[in-house]
């Protein structure tokens, strides 16, 4: 039985593709269309996985789409009668969810009634929840999905076993942690739709000095709740403006903070003015009070369901500052966010919802690995190769066995020198782990500043991750829990920071991804093999763009490589490296 989820007319559209309830394929189209957190319809994120199920559309069971046009209906109404610009962009945006069939025909040139799958509509926070509790390693667990606003609620939490899932509660608009750190990060001066992870990391650099004030922001409820202090924000009044339809722009959103807040922080930061101590401190204290606020909210659900193991989805699943601290501030033991925890996730918990939940198969998969994206053939790599402009520059391109490669790369990385890692089938998620990564010496303190100035262009405070042998993650980290997929911060043991200043953050903290040579025996050797070298099992690794989505197709990663001038390239058992300068020529005088 074949099940196709489709994340259509949303942030980060998606499509993924399970059969008989083993994951074959998922992908977001921004990888496809190169549109950062496109929105549209995915037809080639379609295309793909219907091409690794080695199917066509018309052979598909099963459709899931991740939103119910009826959910909420009471309270969707209540907001048109107040905002009818609002409500027509919702019935704009409903109007192409209920399209889909028509939306598909187009893209695979096929009459919508010959499309035998039938559809399944799944409410967005059950999606989300499925997406976590659906792939993950437990049995039993207690589930929490928060993110901006999905069918008219921002939160969901409940439990589950085995092959069903239990709401116990949710959240509706307006009320969200995800507008609450959206509006305070565009009050910051990060307007650009995604800019909240870069927040994130300003906070490190403050004092959480506005407590008291974001105690009125976001306050807890009894039970398992918050309400916002609705004041301080303007979505309620003139609608989140949002606009998710076209396939080929980057989603934008207007402003949601009020002039209340303005008045009561001061007035916003222009995105163009410095980050200055003010900044920083709110950047710090939004963090402080989305932790508390969740923390609070985690120790309730534990009390509710008795679960030591934590599912985690949406897109504040994201915050890995908070994620690593779960441990130390609730009982939960056990904790799962899966890879694309944001809105791309949705199409595979559409999937698994309908599988499990709605025709009671057997649990039977398990998502230990991110690479779910598309993979090329070294005949591929090698055309790309052959392609390009490389061998024209004079660049040295030679080919070696794996083990071997992995050691060149290596030596490379620890004569300081950047490598781009193109490796196997491109990850499923915001985050590269280490088959489309960039990655450098860890133990040289200028690194950081070389990678953010000199081939990612962008904000000097911005911090990069360290991915590290799962097998040594407790002799550098104060927690040794996995962390595969980079969605938990540890601190960095004291005595370590030293040893790998560039990818500790200003806090002492490591936004870690864990290695096993299971998951990613590739990546796994390359480590090991920098770590025979300089005794350190760990790689400074950030993802292999530069402001654009991660790179796909070799093509390019060769084109990303010679842009931002990195120092060597890996793709597949091909080893790029620069021009070697010249020998010097001594005068004989002859």
């Known amino acids: 039985m074949y099940i196709l989820g489709i994340n259509a007319y949303h942030g980060n559209s ?30 080639a994120a379609i295309r793909y996985c219907l091409d690794s199920a080695g199917i066509t559309l018309g052979e598909v069971d099963h459709i899931a789409i991740p939103r119910n046009p009826w959910a909420r209906l009471g309270t969707k109404l209540f907001y048109a009668m107040r905002m009818p610009s609002f409500a027509a962009e919702r019935v704009k945006v409903m109007g192409r969810f209920a399209g889909i069939p028509e939306a598909l025909g187009q893209a ?65 608009f307006p009320h969200s942690l995800g507008m609450y750190y959206t509006a305070v990060s565009q009050y910051l001066g990060f307007r650009k739709f995604g800019d909240e992870y870069k927040v994130m990391g300003l906070g490190a650099y403050g004092e959480p000095a506005y407590l008291e004030e974001f105690r009125r922001i976001v306050r807890p409820t009894r039970g398992v709740g918050f309400r916002l202090g609705l004041k301080y924000f303007k979505h309620h009044r003139t609608g989140p403006e949002m606009t998710w339809r076209d396939a080929d722009k980057t989603p934008e959103m207007g402003a949601m903070f009020s002039n209340y807040m303005a008045k009561r922080l001061g007035p916003a930061r222009n995105p163009a003015a410095p980050v200055e101590k003010l900044h920083r401190d709110i950047a710090a204290t939004l963090q402080a009070r989305l932790e508390e606020v ?43 966010v899966q890879p694309a925890a944001g809105d791309a996730g949705l199409a595979i918990g559409a999937a698994y919802f309908v599988h499990y939940q709605k025709f009671g198969m057997v649990r039977n998969f398990v998502m230990e690995n991110s690479y779910w994206g598309p993979g090329y053939t070294h005949d591929q790599i090698r055309q790309a190769v052959d392609a390009s402009a490389l061998q024209k520059e004079g660049f040295e391109i030679s080919e070696l066995h794996e083990k071997e ?22 990850e499923w998620g915001p985050r590269a782990l280490g088959n489309r990564s960039i990655v450098a010496d860890p133990r040289r303190p200028e690194m950081k500043d070389i990678l953010n100035a000199r081939i990612k262009h962008r904000e000097s405070f911005r911090p990069f991750a360290p991915s590290i042998l799962a097998e040594s993650t407790g002799d550098y980290f104060e927690k040794s829990y996995p962390s595969p997929f980079m969605t938990q911060a540890y601190s960095v043991r004291p005595e370590k920071r030293d040893e790998i200043p560039a990818p500790t953050h200003v806090d002492g903290t490591g936004r870690l991804q864990t290695v096993t040579y299971a998951a990613n025996p590739r990546y796994w050797r390359l480590i090991r093999e920098f770590a025979n070298l300089t005794r350190v099992p760990v790689l400074l690794n950030t993802s292999f763009n530069d402001n654009e989505p991660i790179v796909c197709r070799p093509e390019e990663a060769i084109q990303c490589f010679l842009r931002t001038k990195m120092d060597a390239l890996v793709l597949g058992d091909i080893l790029v490296r620069k021009p070697r300068p010249p020998q010097e020529h001594r005068w004989t005088g002859e």
């Open 405 to 426: 490669i992995a050691k060149e790369a290596a030596k490379e990385i620890a004569d300081g020198q950047i490598v781009g890692w193109f490796q196997g089938r491109a």
């Open 294 to 336: 969740l923390f609070e909210m985690l120790r309730r659900l534990h009390a509710r369901t008795k679960q030591k193991a934590l599912c985690l989805a949406g897109g504040v699943a994201f915050n890995c500052v908070a994620n690593g601290k779960i441990f130390d501030k609730t009982p939960f033991e056990k904790i799962f």
């Open 108 to 172: 695979f040139e096929i009459a919508p009634e010959k499309i035998r799958a039938q559809y399944h509509r799944i409410e967005h926070h059950q999606a989300h929840l499925a997406s976590a509790f659906f792939v993950s390693p437990f049995d039993q667990a207690a589930l929490l999905s928060a993110d901006g606003l999905g069918d008219f609620a921002s939160t969901m939490w409940g439990s589950g076993q085995g092959n069903r899932m239990h709401v116990d509660g949710a959240i509706a």
């Open 14 to 43: 998606s499509a993924a593709i399970i059969a008989d309830g083993r994951l074959i394929a998922a992908v977001e189209e921004e990888r496809f269309n190169r549109v950062k957190y496109a929105a549209g319809f995915p037809s």
